[in-house]
């Protein structure tokens, strides 16, 4: 039980001690201390105004398409004839890229339906198929956005 116990008490030290090291002391506005947790940067490479093919996640003013975006997915989307009969619905997870003038690149499954590659395809149909978008915005400047969106593929 005595060795339980010291056991317990060293993993709570060191985890204190890990978590104070994660953390770093900046100054307040009457000159106290405040802890604040060290900022992670997710992306590899920070964006600067001169880099021109920067492509974000997030924006200020994001990305808009012009009108309702699952009406246009649920009127264009045509059921492959394979995955009907076979019943195989799911989920195709897709990305793509809103460039600077609003069109769209870069169209990639992400994470299609098992056994059902036919409805993989018709996603990528149907996204390179919608208008121009309207472009995201940062400081003021159109930028190039990703966009990632579900679509579901269920059958009635």
């Known amino acids: 039980m005595k060795t339980l116990c010291l056991t317990f008490l060293f993993s709570l030290s060191f985890i204190y001690t890990n978590a104070q090291e994660q953390l770093q002391t900046v100054p307040h506005r009457n000159d106290e201390t405040a802890h604040y947790a060290k900022p992670r940067i997710y992306s590899s490479r920070p964006y600067q105004a001169s ?55 870069g169209i990639k499954v992400l994470r299609g339906v098992p056994g059902g590659p036919g409805l993989d395809a018709e996603a990528v149909r149907v996204l390179s198929m919608m208008k121009k978008w309207t472009p995201g915005m940062q400081n003021g400047v159109p930028v190039r956005v990703q966009y990632t969106i579900p679509i579901r593929f269920q059958l009635q």
């Open 51 to 105: 880099d021109s093919n920067y492509i974000f996640t997030v924006a200020e003013q994001m990305p808009k398409y012009p009108g309702d975006l699952y009406k246009f997915l649920a009127d264009s989307i045509k059921y492959p004839e394979k995955e009907r009969e076979k019943n195989i619905t799911g989920t195709v997870y897709a990305t793509f890229v809103i460039e600077k003038d609003g069109s769209v690149s």
